[in-house]
Antibody, heavy 120, light 112 residues
Framework: QVQLVESGGGVVQPGSSLRLSCAASGFTFSRNAMHWVRQAPGKGLEWVAV????????YYADSVKGRFTISRDNSKNTLYLEMNSLRAEDTALYYC?????????????WGQGTMVTVSS | DIVMTQTPLSSPVTLGQPASISCRSSQSLVHSDGNAYLSWLQQRPGQPPRLLIYKSSNRFSGVPDRFSGSGAGTDFTLKISRVEAEDVGVYYC?????????FGQGTKLEIK
């Protein structure tokens, strides 16, 4: 079935780096734009970044611009989020989400999320 | 950035009664292609968000028809015609007309 599975979260110190992965299955991954969305504990949703279906276009939230990099490997059906210079305020559950075919920001499929905790 | 403001932030509702959530954007959500890219998502406790409505009024596949979306420009509404127990959770509006995409604060729907 159509599925997204995130991994790579953990507990890290401020200033550290971490790479999240999102494995896609059940659909043609290379046809869809993909997003990262995060949710701090007990808080609302925050859009983080998007990458186009072929990786040629990327956009970021101001809060992560210059520190986070979104990428994808269509041969491996996998989305990535490289996170550098992590801060306490980056602590959150990170979801990957699929942009629906032909949709603009229509997040039709979500993973279960991977938790990132930034703490000394 | 476009600011999304939801009201109310909490909504106690009696089972079987209707519920309504409002979402207002700080700028028009009409895209250059004429569409308003406003979605509604539901997040049940302990679960990831789930798409309910896209492009303001289109119900996503598998979503019960008691959910409906309406609105244009800067004012949008999610309505639940008869609330059921499984509808408990937090509801978010989200705009994707412009980057960065932005979410409303969320509205917590609970049963009275």
């Amino acid at each position: 079935q159509v599925q997204l599975v995130e991994s790579g979260g953990g507990v890290v110190q401020p200033g550290s780096s971490l790479r999240l992965s999102c494995a896609a299955s059940g659909f043609t991954f290379s046809r869809n734009a993909m997003h990262w969305v995060r949710q701090a504990p007990g808080k609302g949703l925050e859009w983080v970044a998007v990458i186009s279906y072929d990786g040629s276009n990327k956009y970021y939230a101001d809060s992560v611009k210059g520190r986070f990099t979104i990428s994808r490997d269509n041969s491996k059906n996998t989305l990535y989020l490289e996170m550098n210079s992590l801060r306490a305020e980056d602590t959150a559950l990170y979801y990957c989400a699929r942009d629906a075919p032909g949709g603009v920001g229509t997040f039709d499929i979500w993973g279960q999320g991977t938790m990132v905790t930034v703490s000394s | 950035d476009i600011v999304m403001t939801q009201t109310p932030l909490s909504s106690p509702v009696t089972l079987g009664q209707p519920a309504s959530i409002s979402c207002r954007s700080s700028q028009s959500l009409v895209h250059s292609d004429g569409n308003a890219y406003l979605s509604w998502l539901q997040q049940r406790p302990g679960q990831p968000p789930r798409l309910l409505i896209y492009k303001s009024s289109n119900r996503f596949s598998g979503v019960p028809d008691r959910f409906s979306g309406s609105g244009a420009g800067t004012d949008f509404t999610l309505k639940i015609s008869r609330v059921e127990a499984e509808d408990v959770g937090v509801y978010y509006c989200m705009q994707a007309t412009q980057f960065p995409h932005t979410f409303g604060q969320g509205t917590k729907l609970e049963i009275k």
